[in-house]
């Protein structure tokens, strides 16, 4: 068989199955609403990038400085990521070869402390990352790891609380940052405590970093020592990782993804993730995410009308949780049914959960991804009402259906990339 659009001639020749389930995730993605905060779409440069020849080098080592021969391509493009990384975030150095988000913390670590030291990060159930000394990932094993979490009234982070943690325990990191904080942080106070009790600061801007490159969210980048992010979620690059620093820890930045942590660099995501800052450099960049919190700001509004429950209150940023609870279901129930009626997000804890994990009282909802389509606030208004009437009915299969058909036009008006 051949591919109708040809980019996938070879695929469709080697391996059928492969490309049928390809062209199917293609079509769910197309398809579907998709609200998971953490997902988006690249443009098809970066997708492009991403399956080219430089797969297939290695490149051990950074430019310059490799151990292997034939790098003069290789430099150039890591050379280019590097200086815009720079340039977008006006970092003194930028290390764009992490794997992903959980390396490039792994790498930070390494290079800020030693094994059996004491860190403190946010807490995953208050929306933490697991990276951030949770005690089944190597940061909660590795470390003597200690939490901090929200305010049990407001669900802002309680600086007066992070401080006193922080002079009880005396942790050589302080990590900052979220998976699933609605607010703004404020990454200030948080170079402040570390100041105070000798800590190293670590901001993870994973989440936000598209955010923060478009001046839409305050950047950690002046006050933080290390900042680490992937690249794949509101950046809308490749899938990888980045770590950024003050000069004096580049060398102990770099040492420590290679050669302590990784061995070759993936080129094929670095060429895509020079790609994706030019585009993240460019002025409408800076419009598609002040148009994600606009979005979320949107829903939030349209769901606090609707009697909903919102972590917070409402959002700062590209994210909300809502608590299900309220309508007599559960995130695992809510997510199940927006899915089936072509709306896809996730269940997630809220902040002091009685529930567990696995069916917790919450649902987590962004937009970067709906907004990389196109959408606006009217759109926005419209999922809610959906998501309103699929947690209503959630066990009512006809009204899921036709949500989904509604879904699907909506989709059909919004193209992906
Ligand atoms: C997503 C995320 C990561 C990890 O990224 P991966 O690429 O999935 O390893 C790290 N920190 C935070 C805060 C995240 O949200």
């Given at each position: 068989?051949?591919?109708?659009?040809?980019?996938?001639?070879?695929?469709?020749?080697?391996?059928?199955?492969?490309?049928d389930?390809?062209?199917?995730e293609?079509?769910?993605?197309?398809?579907?609403?998709r609200?998971?905060?953490?997902?988006?779409?690249?443009?098809?440069?970066?997708?492009?990038?991403?399956?080219?020849?430089?797969?297939?080098?290695?490149?051990?080592?950074?430019?310059?400085?490799?151990?292997?021969?034939?790098?003069?391509?290789?430099?150039?493009v890591?050379n280019?990521?590097r200086?815009?990384g720079?340039?977008?975030?006006?970092?003194?150095?930028?290390?764009?070869?992490?794997?992903?988000?959980?390396?490039?913390?792994?790498?930070?670590?390494?290079a800020?402390?030693?094994?059996?030291d004491?860190?403190?990060?946010?807490?995953?159930?208050?929306?933490?990352?697991?990276?951030?000394?949770?005690?089944?990932?190597?940061?909660?094993?590795?470390?003597?790891?200690?939490?901090?979490g929200?305010?049990k009234?407001?669900?802002?982070?309680d600086y007066?609380e992070?401080?006193?943690?922080?002079?009880?325990?005396?942790?050589?990191?302080?990590?900052c940052?979220?998976?699933?904080?609605?607010?703004?942080?404020?990454?200030?106070r948080?170079?402040?405590?570390?100041?105070?009790?000798?800590?190293?600061?670590?901001?993870?801007?994973?989440?936000?970093?598209?955010?923060?490159?478009?001046?839409?969210h305050?950047?950690?980048?002046?006050?933080?020592?290390?900042?680490?992010?992937?690249?794949?979620?509101t950046?809308?690059?490749?899938?990888?990782?980045?770590?950024?620093c003050?000069?004096?820890?580049?060398?102990?930045?770099?040492?420590?993804?290679?050669p302590?942590?990784?061995?070759?660099?993936?080129?094929?995501a670095?060429?895509?993730?020079?790609?994706?800052?030019?585009?993240?450099?460019?002025?409408?960049f800076?419009?598609?995410?002040?148009?994600?919190?606009s979005?979320?700001?949107?829903m939030?509004?349209?769901?606090?009308?609707?009697?909903?429950?919102?972590?917070?209150?409402?959002?700062?940023n590209?994210?909300l949780?809502?608590?299900?609870?309220?309508r007599?279901s559960?995130?695992?129930?809510?997510?199940?049914?927006?899915?089936?009626?072509?709306?896809?997000?996730?269940?997630?804890?809220?902040?002091?959960?009685?529930r567990?994990?696995?069916?917790?009282?919450?649902?987590?909802i962004g937009?970067?991804?709906?907004?990389?389509?196109?959408?606006?606030?009217d759109?926005?208004?419209q999922?809610?009402?959906?998501?309103d009437?699929?947690i209503a009915?959630?066990?009512?299969?006809?009204?899921?259906?036709?949500?989904?058909?509604?879904v699907?036009?909506?989709?059909?008006?919004?193209?992906?990339?």
């Amino acid at each position: 068989m051949t591919d109708p659009h040809h980019e996938l001639d070879a695929v469709a020749q080697t391996d059928q199955d492969v490309y049928d389930i390809i062209r199917a995730e293609e079509e769910r993605q197309a398809n579907t609403i998709r609200l998971i905060a953490s997902e988006n779409y690249t443009s098809r440069a970066v997708l492009q990038a991403t399956g080219s020849v430089l797969t297939n080098k290695y490149s051990e080592g950074y430019p310059g400085r490799r151990y292997y021969e034939g790098q003069d391509f290789t430099d150039a493009v890591e050379n280019l990521a590097r200086d815009r990384g720079k340039e977008l975030f006006g970092a003194e150095h930028v290390n764009v070869q992490p794997y992903s988000g959980s390396p490039a913390n792994l790498a930070a670590y390494y290079a800020l402390c030693d094994v059996g030291d004491s860190v403190l990060g946010m807490g995953l159930p208050f929306g933490g990352h697991l990276t951030h000394g949770w005690k089944v990932n190597f940061s909660g094993r590795f470390y003597d790891a200690h939490h901090y979490g929200v305010d049990k009234e407001t669900h802002l982070i309680d600086y007066d609380e992070v401080r006193r943690v922080a002079k009880e325990v005396k942790p050589k990191v302080i990590f900052c940052g979220a998976s699933a904080y609605p607010r703004t942080i404020d990454f200030e106070r948080f170079a402040e405590i570390a100041e105070e009790v000798g800590a190293k600061l670590v901001a993870d801007i994973a989440h936000i970093s598209g955010l923060v490159a478009a001046g839409v969210h305050p950047s950690p980048v002046p006050v933080a020592d290390v900042v680490s992010s992937t690249t794949h979620k509101t950046l809308r690059g490749p899938r990888g990782g980045l770590l950024m620093c003050k000069e004096e820890y580049a060398k102990d930045i770099d040492r420590a993804v290679f050669p302590a942590l990784q061995g070759g660099p993936h080129m094929h995501a670095i060429a895509a993730l020079a790609i994706a800052f030019k585009e993240a450099l460019q002025p409408d960049f800076k419009d598609y995410a002040a148009q994600i919190v606009s979005n979320a700001r949107a829903m939030a509004d349209a769901f606090n009308e609707r009697g909903f429950d919102l972590v917070s209150g409402g959002t700062d940023n590209h994210l909300l949780l809502v608590d299900v609870t309220g309508r007599g279901s559960t995130g695992k129930i809510a997510s199940t049914a927006m899915a089936k009626a072509g709306i896809v997000c996730n269940a997630n804890s809220i902040p002091f959960d009685e529930r567990s994990p696995f069916d917790p009282s919450g649902i987590r909802i962004g937009t970067p991804s709906v907004t990389t389509r196109g959408m606006k606030e009217d759109e926005m208004r419209q999922i809610v009402a959906w998501t309103d009437e699929a947690i209503a009915n959630a066990d009512d299969d006809a009204v899921l259906e036709r949500i989904r058909g509604e879904v699907e036009e909506l989709c059909g008006e919004f193209p992906v990339p």
